[in-house]
C-alpha cells in the first residue's frame, strides 16, 4: 500500500518539550511556515528559514507565527511589513516527525539511528504547512554534520518503510546548541 504523500516539514512527536520565542527582523523577506527549520541568525535572536544540506545546523521548527502585536499569522508572508515573531520547538532532545520526499531511493529499516539531511519544499498556503522533507537519497550513515539522527520509521499501520513518503521520527542532529552525533547505533 503507497504511503500518503503529506509534506507537514517537521512536527514534533510526544511530548513538546519547549518552546523559544525568536524574531524576524523587519527586513525579513521569505514565507515561514509551521514545520519549517529555522537557524538562529548570527549571535542575535532572530532566526532564518534553514538551509539543507550537511554542515547546515538547525535550532528548531516553527510551531507559531505571529505579527509585531502577536497576532497569530497562518504564515509569514514574504511581503509582511514589520518585525515578527516565531515560537521554535528548539530543545535538542525534541523528537519530531517528517515524511521522505519520495524521490528514486528510499530510506528503509537499516538507516536507523544514521545521519541523513532534510531537503527543502515549498510551503502551502492552502494548509499553511512547510513542504520541508527528509532526503531519501541519504542513506543513514555517520556524518557528524548532516542535520538529523534518524530514529525509527513511525510505526503506524497505514506507514510502509522502504518505499516512497514514509514517516520517520528523528531528533536535530546538527543542532546550534551542541555537536553532531558520529556514527551509526551511538
Do not use: C
Request: no cysteine; aromatic share 8%; hydrophobic share 40%.
Amino acid at each position: 500500500m503507497a504511503n500518503t504523500n503529506f509534506p507537514r516539514g517537521l512536527q514534533p512527536y510526544g511530548n513538546l518539550l519547549q518552546v523559544t520565542e525568536y524574531t524576524l527582523s523587519s527586513a525579513y523577506a521569505q514565507d515561514l511556515f509551521i514545520g519549517d527549520p529555522v537557524a538562529v541568525n548570527g549571535t542575535s535572536r532572530d532566526v532564518v528559514i534553514a538551509t539543507s544540506g550537511t554542515g547546515n545546523a538547525i535550532t528548531g521548527a516553527i510551531v507559531g507565527i505571529y505579527d509585531l502585536n502577536k497576532v497569530p499569522l497562518q504564515y509569514w508572508d514574504s511581503g509582511h511589513v514589520g518585525i515578527g515573531y516565531v515560537l521554535v520547538a528548539d530543545d535538542p532532545r525534541q523528537v519530531f516527525i517528517a515524511q521522505g520526499d519520495g524521490d528514486t531511493s528510499y530510506l528503509d529499516a537499516n538507516d536507523a539511528n544514521g545521519n541523513v539531511n532534510l531537503i527543502t519544499g515549498a510551503g502551502s498556503t492552502v494548509n499553511y504547512l512547510s513542504g520541508w522533507e527528509i532526503n531519501d537519497s541519504d542513506t543513514g550513515g555517520a556524518t557528524a554534520g548532516d542535520q538529523i539522527r534518524l530514529i525509527r520509521p513511525d510505526q503506524r499501520v497505514d506507514n510502509t518503510v522502504g518505499i516512497a513518503n514514509a514517516d520517520w521520527l528523528f531528533r536535530i542532529n546538527n543542532h546550534t546548541a551542541n555537536a553532531g552525533i558520529v556514527g551509526i547505533g551511538v
